[in-house]
């Protein structure tokens, strides 16, 4: 993960299917229960395939990350709640497992 400090964005390399490097744009943070979520995009891109990473790490002496999140459970309702937050400004097709805007 790298942070884009000119224009204040997280950043996160990425590897596709093909094993290509695709950077990823964080577009928001969600939180649930006691979890935070990051929604990312292929930088530069509105629409498309989001992923769902959890942050982990947030303690000032350890450098914040993100992972897979613990569960298809915690990433549906991450997502779900990504969904309620931006209804007006993103359209959404499928669920956590095939995240599409």
């Not at 979520?37 to 914040?64: H, N, R, W």
């Not at 990350?65 to 997502?79: G, V, W």
Request: net charge negative; charged share 35%; aromatic share 10%.
């Amino acid at each position: 993960m790298f942070l884009d400090t000119d224009e204040k964005r997280v950043l996160v390399p990425l590897e596709d299917e093909d094993g290509n490097e695709v950077i990823y744009e964080r577009i928001d943070l969600v939180e649930y229960l006691e979890y935070t979520f990051g929604i990312f995009l292929p930088e530069g891109q509105s629409e498309g395939d989001a992923v769902i990473l959890q942050l982990t790490g947030e303690d000032e002496e350890k450098a914040e990350c993100y992972d897979i999140p613990e569960s298809e459970a915690l990433e549906q309702a991450a997502f779900d709640l990504f969904c309620a937050k931006n209804m007006g400004q993103f359209t959404f097709e499928g669920d956590a497992e095939n995240e599409s805007l």
